[in-house]
C-alpha cells in the first residue's frame, strides 16, 4: 500500500567529506581522504547543518508560526566528553564549570538546541535508536505531518565521537585500525566518523522542492543487543516495507546506499538480505570509509549522498564510490559496488539503509521531484 510522500524543501550536511553540499558531493566522487576523527561541540555541527535551511525556516515560521514547525532528531549523542570534564574539574575544585550545563546529559539535548535556535514553541522529539536513529526521526516526522499535528518539521540527525562512544565499540572488538572496508574478505570493523544531516520536510506542496521521500520501511530483530540476525530477514523486512510504501518493484530503485559498516556480521547478513531482494546490476556502496559511521546522524547523512546523486540531473549520474581492497569475500553474495567514477544509466530512485544495535532496521526511498 502506497503512502503520500514527504517533500524535501532544501537540507545541508557536514561531515568529513566537507561543510557544504558541494564540497562533499565533490569529495564523495574524488575519494576525498577521510581525517581522523575529531572531537567537535554537537551543536557547532548541526549549526553548520542547518545553515543552508535557514531562509525556508524562516519562511515556514512567517507562514504557519513557530507552534506549527516541529523538530526530530536522530543522535546517540549523551553529553559524555563534557560530563568527563567537568567532573574532572568538580574533583579539582569542588565546584562544576560555569558553562557546564547538566541538560547537556539529556538525549534531547541537540533537538532542544535547534527548537531554541529559531524560537519554536511546536514538538520537539529526540530518537535514539543507535545507528537508524535519524531514519527513525523521519518515520516520526511522517506520523505527525500526517496527524496535522505539525505543518512542516526539521528532521535529521547529529552526533559526534566521544570518548565514551570510542571506547564501547574498541571493548566490543568492532573497531578498525584503519579505514573501513565494508563488505571485502579482510574487513575488519567500523572507523568512527562525525557529522550531521538536516531536511526541512512536509507533506503539503507550500514550498518548491527538488526530492521526495516516497518510502520508509522499518523492523526489529529482537534478537541480540549487539549483533543482527544473521538471516537478514529483519533487513529484507524494511527493504520490502519501504518499497511498498513507495509502490515500487526491486528493479525500480537505481542505487542503493548500503549500511555496510565493515563489520564480519553486518556485512554477511546485509548482503544476504540485498542480494534475495534486488537485481545483480543495482549499483549499490557504502560510503563509510569516506565519512566514517556517523551513528545516530548515519540515516541523513547517507540520505542526504542519495539527494546530492540525484540532483545531478543530467550532468552525468555519477553514484558514491565504493572505497574498499576489492577482495570478494567468497562466503558473501556478490553485490554490484561502484567503482571510483561510476554512473548509471537512470537515476531517479535511492534507497539507504541503516541498520542498528537492539535489531532496529530501517530503510528509506528518496526520488528527485
Sequence with gaps: MTSRSLNIIDFGIACFLGTSKEDVWRNLLLNGPMTDCEHHDINHISSIALEPLVPAIEKAIS????????????????????????????????????NYAFESLQTDYPAQFIAKKFGLEGMVLCHSTACASSISAIMSAKKFLEAGLCDVAIVGGTDIVSDTV???????????????????????????????AFFLIA???????????????????????????????????????????????????????????????????????????????????????????????????????????????????????????????????RLNFVPKGGTCNRLKHCMSNSFAFGGYNACVIVEGA
Design 203 to 333: 507533506n503539503r506542496d507550500d514550498f518548491p522542492f527538488e526530492y521526495k521521500i516516497t518510502g520508509l520501511g522499518e523492523s526489529a530483530d529482537a534478537e541480540h543487543m549487539t549483533a543482527p540476525s544473521e538471516s537478514g530477514e529483519g533487513a529484507k523486512t524494511a527493504m520490502k516495507l519501504a518499497l511498498a510504501s513507495a509502490g515500487l518493484m526491486p528493479e525500480d530503485i537505481d542505487y542503493l546506499n548500503l549500511h555496510g559498516t565493515g563489520t564480519m556480521l553486518n556485512d554477511a547478513m546485509e548482503s544476504k538480505a540485498v542480494s534475495s531482494i534486488f537485481p545483480e546490476a543495482l549499483p549499490v556502496s557504502s560510503t563509510k570509509p569516506l565519512t566514517g559511521h556517523t551513528l545516530g546522524a548515519a540515516g541523513a547523512v547517507e540520505l542526504a549522498f542519495c539527494c546530492l546523486a540525484l540532483s545531478q540531473k543530467d550532468a552525468g549520474n555519477f553514484l558514491p564510490p565504493h572505497l574498499w581492497d576489492g577482495v570478494f569475500d567468497p562466503s558473501l553474495p
Design 166 to 196: 570510542r571506547l564501547g565499540f574498541t571493548a566490543l572488538e568492532a573497531v578498525s585500525p584503519g579505514i573501513c572496508n565494508p563488505f571485502s574478505a579482510n574487513r575488519s570493523g567500523i572507523k568512527l566518523g562525525e557529522g550531521a
Design 63 to 98: 507562514k504557519f508560526g513557530k507552534k506549527r514547525v516541529a523538530v526530530f532528531c536522530g543522535t546517540c549523542y549523551k553529553g559524555s566528553n563534557d560530563t568527563v570534564e567537568a567532573l574532572r574539574v568538580y574533583k579539582e575544585t569542588g565546584k562544576f564549570p560555569g
